[in-house]
């Protein structure tokens, strides 16, 4: 099974932004222990991070093209306006999950609606990276039901 982990502006400065919000572990830390995570399950997992919208897009197009199985998702700031992102995740017909990794509905207003996840599976939020871990369980138990095998 392989999954990406796609992840919009400025969470590359996880870790250096918001801490009491975002927490202290930064971006490389977080991609490499999932990583470990995932191969431990049988799990292929890719790593993605951009500040451009048209770079993300190009990249859910790519998990289309490279037949990756689903894809976790952290717009960002996106999340709440990008029609472009979500018309992207809906052309592929892969699975989506979101995940945030804050509680986007205790914070303020405007973070409180996704456009992008109607376009998903399901939503993640306000667990910390715990999230991203549930998103790939997700996955996993789904291709266990559909009777496919880990890798």
């Given at each position: 099974?392989?999954?990406m982990?796609l992840?919009?502006?400025?969470l590359?400065?996880?870790?250096?932004?918001?801490?009491?919000?975002?927490?202290?572990?930064?971006?490389?830390?977080?991609?490499?222990?999932?990583?470990?995570?995932?191969?431990?399950?049988?799990?292929?997992?890719d790593?993605?991070?951009?500040?451009?919208?048209?770079?993300?897009?190009?990249?859910?197009?790519?998990?289309?093209?490279e037949?990756?199985?689903?894809?976790?998702?952290?717009?960002?700031?996106?999340?709440?306006y990008?029609?472009?992102?979500?018309?992207?995740?809906?052309?592929?017909?892969?699975?989506?999950?979101?995940?945030?990794?804050?509680?986007?509905?205790?914070?303020?207003?405007?973070?409180?609606?996704?456009?992008?996840?109607?376009?998903?599976?399901?939503?993640?939020?306000?667990?910390?990276t715990?999230?991203?871990?549930?998103?790939?369980?997700?996955?996993?138990?789904?291709?266990?039901?559909?009777?496919?095998?880990?890798i």
């Amino acid at each position: 099974m392989k999954i990406m982990l796609l992840q919009g502006p400025n969470l590359n400065f996880l870790g250096i932004r918001e801490k009491n919000v975002y927490g202290l572990q930064g971006y490389d830390d977080i991609c490499r222990e999932l990583k470990e995570y995932a191969f431990l399950k049988g799990v292929e997992l890719d790593c993605f991070q951009s500040n451009g919208e048209g770079e993300i897009i190009d990249r859910i197009q790519q998990c289309y093209l490279e037949k990756y199985d689903g894809v976790i998702i952290n717009p960002g700031a996106y999340t709440h306006y990008s029609y472009a992102i979500f018309d992207a995740i809906k052309s592929t017909n892969l699975p989506f999950v979101e995940v945030h990794l804050s509680n986007i509905h205790t914070r303020e207003e405007f973070r409180h609606h996704s456009v992008t996840a109607p376009a998903c599976v399901g939503q993640i939020c306000g667990f910390g990276t715990m999230g991203y871990k549930m998103a790939l369980g997700y996955f996993i138990e789904n291709s266990l039901d559909s009777g496919e095998e880990n890798i």
